[in-house]
């Protein structure tokens, strides 16, 4: 058995890297056939291939939180642009109520007030309760208390149609 290099262990990583980059699925026959093929291949110090192998777990990771957090930051940059348009459009409809403007035609739009489609909406005065309505009026919905339930049975009671599950399994690298 021959001693690769870092080198070569690493070119692998960017094999296995690039076909996942690739590969729309991880789950794709050949890119599970190419990982377990290079984890279970015995050339090599089997240490140093897991530790390459778990920080090309943890590069991918940081990119994830990368991007996840340049998704945020345009989040917020679309919230603004909506809210001034939102704000530019309340200013326009305000300006053909006023002025009484039904509709206008311009180069590119036609605008105009409209009433929304739709039912009309049930106005609920305010401080009323769902107490306050009668009984045909209401909904009722109820829920499991999982809390209560998990105590109960933590207590040593049998509750038929629950019972407690076994934790699932993760794999720590720290």
């Known amino acids: 058995m021959t001693e690769r290099t870092l080198y070569e262990l690493g070119d692998d990583l960017v094999t296995i890297e690039s076909l996942l980059a690739e590969c729309d699925n991880p789950d794709d026959p050949e890119v599970v056939a190419a ?31 990368a991007r ?13 642009a909506t809210g001034r348009a939102d704000w530019l459009q309340s200013r326009l409809k305000n300006f053909f109520e006023r002025f009484s403007i039904p ?38 919905t109820e829920t499991v208390d999982k809390e209560a339930l998990r ?4 207590s040593g009671e049998l509750v038929h149609g629950a019972t407690i599950g076994e934790r699932g399994t993760r794999l720590s690298i720290r």
Request: glycine residues 8%.
């Open 35 to 65: 990982v377990d093929a290079w984890l279970e291949e015995g050339a090599g110090d089997r240490a140093e291939k897991i530790d390459n192998y778990c920080a090309l777990i943890a590069d991918l990771d940081a990119l994830g939180d």
């Open 68 to 80: 996840r957090a340049e998704a945020l930051r345009l989040c917020e940059r679309a919230k603004i």
């Open 103 to 140: 509709t206008m035609e311009t180069a590119r739009f036609r605008v105009g007030v409209v009433k929304n489609g739709g039912k009309a909406p049930v106005l609920i005065a305010a401080g009323m309760l769902p107490e306050n309505f009668e009984p045909q009026f209401r909904k009722v």
């Open 151 to 154: 105590a109960y049975i933590e």
